[in-house]
């Protein structure tokens, strides 16, 4: 058996859907679990308050998800660069196949404008579904492009100003994802600091109360476009870098 940094392209990408499939199910497998416990009429909000055990280990669940993330891309690059990309296509491959079992084991949810918990680190992310989908399509495809052309030998890593506008991208649709958790916790917040013991106390009673009404499509959408410009401009250089790269003698 070949060592995984000798597969092939396609062979690593074979790896890399059976891993981020298989972690999905076990994700979807786990809110099943919670749903029944905590939701059995069906989820919804005003979120239903946990036991604070459990929502601690929700809470390292998904450090530990992302921590899986990245080793699988360790195990299989060596190149940071690749490493990054088979993550960004890990990542992707995983969120959507979440909602694909949750949609077979649950029928849920009902469309791709029903309101999920995205995140929880380091604040609570709400958002309509089909947002964290139209994130991961950009992520997979970027990804698999970083690793093609890394695969011919090019350096396939982002340019500076390509890695300035998927880190503002990545702000805007986080600040789209929290603002309004973040806006009404502020508003409620009481005198002492949000690190004091009473505010902390607050939060997680105020977390039970949330409701969310207005995502921030015009934000969500100018990191989208930035996710997108980055894509298109990244493909753009890469095949003038290949193309001159055939040009030159020898």
């Not at 011919?152 to 890593?157: E, M, Q, R, S, V």
């Amino acid at each position: 058996m070949k060592p995984m940094h000798d597969r092939s392209l396609s062979g690593k990408l074979a790896v890399v859907a059976a891993f981020a499939v298989s972690m999905a199910f076990l994700e979807a497998a786990v809110v099943v679990y919670l749903r029944e416990l905590y939701y059995p009429g069906g989820f919804g909000f005003p979120l239903v308050a946990m036991d604070p055990v459990l929502a601690l280990t929700e809470f390292l669940r998904e450090a530990a998800t992302m921590v899986m993330l990245v080793s699988i891309g360790l195990l299989l690059e060596r190149r940071p660069v690749a490493v990054f990309a088979v993550f960004l296509v890990s990542f992707g491959l995983w969120d959507i196949f979440y909602y694909v079992f949750l949609k077979c084991l649950l029928g849920w949810p009902g469309s791709l404008l029903t309101w999920d918990i995205l995140f929880l680190i380091p604040a609570l992310w709400v958002g309509p579904v089909i947002a964290p989908i139209l994130n991961t399509l950009v992520m997979i495809a970027l990804g698999c492009l970083i690793l093609f052309y890394s695969g011919k030998g090019l350096n396939a890593g982002l340019s500076a100003s390509e890695w300035i506008l998927l880190i503002a991208g990545a702000l805007l649709v986080f600040v789209s994802y929290t603002e309004e958790f973040a806006r009404y916790i502020m508003n409620h917040m009481q005198a002492g600091g949000f690190f004091s013991k009473d505010n902390q106390k607050l939060v997680s009673q105020l977390s039970a109360q949330f409701v969310p009404l207005h995502f921030r499509w015009w934000l969500f959408l100018s990191g989208y476009l930035a996710h997108l410009t980055v894509l298109c401009l990244y493909t753009r250089r890469i095949r003038k870098l290949r193309r001159s790269s055939f040009l030159l003698p020898g």
